[in-house]
């Protein structure tokens, strides 16, 4: 059974990066399942850091990104908006230049003015990258 407000597609996510930091960075959403959503972004000069590996921040863009989509996806946004209130994220190996980074997030729980969710961060090769727990505030439209 799925989790989504309504039938979400990739077609209606996709113009929510448009003038975005996830537009700047190249994060583009690339699956919608019944209960997770993924998003993937290149390693590219853009996502260094001095280094040359992909700067951690850009994880917590990344994961924050596909779990802020994720959360309001459940949401009916006539009434209600998901933002995020606090992030965290383990750094497991580097993600190097030319890797294709995927973020897969599900829900650990949904609540009524919370929402906690897991995100997984795998390069091509199916390797960890980054695991980052968010979680997300569910606030009214007229608080």
């Given at each position: 059974?799925?989790?989504?407000?309504?039938?979400?597609?990739?077609?209606?996510?996709?113009?929510?990066?448009?003038?975005?930091?996830?537009?700047?960075?190249g994060?583009?959403?690339?699956?919608?399942?019944?209960?997770a959503?993924?998003?993937?972004l290149t390693?590219?000069d853009?996502?260094?850091?001095?280094?040359?590996?992909?700067?951690?921040?850009?994880?917590?863009?990344?994961?924050?990104?596909?779990?802020?989509?994720?959360a309001?996806?459940?949401?009916?946004?006539?009434?209600?908006?998901?933002?995020?209130?606090?992030?965290?994220?383990?750094?497991?190996?580097p993600?190097?230049?030319g890797?294709v980074?995927?973020?897969?997030?599900?829900?650990?729980?949904?609540?009524?003015?919370?929402?906690?969710?897991?995100?997984?961060l795998?390069?091509?090769?199916?390797k960890?990258?980054?695991?980052?727990?968010?979680?997300?505030?569910?606030?009214?439209?007229?608080?």
């Open positions: 059974m799925s989790i989504w407000f309504g039938q979400p597609t990739l077609d209606d996510i996709t113009p929510l990066n448009k003038g975005t930091v996830g537009e700047v960075l994060i583009e959403f690339s699956r919608i399942g019944d209960d959503l993924e998003a993937t390693v590219d853009r996502v260094l850091q001095p280094t040359g590996i992909l700067h951690g921040g850009v994880s917590v863009v990344l994961a924050e990104s596909v779990c802020s989509v994720g309001s996806l459940t949401l009916d946004p006539n009434k209600q908006y998901a933002v995020g209130q606090e992030i965290n994220a383990n750094h497991i190996r993600g190097i230049l890797d980074i995927t973020a897969h997030a599900t829900p650990v729980s949904r609540g009524r003015r919370s929402q906690v969710w897991d995100i997984r795998h390069n091509q090769h199916d960890l990258v980054c695991i980052s727990r968010c979680t997300i505030a569910i606030v009214n439209r007229t608080d």
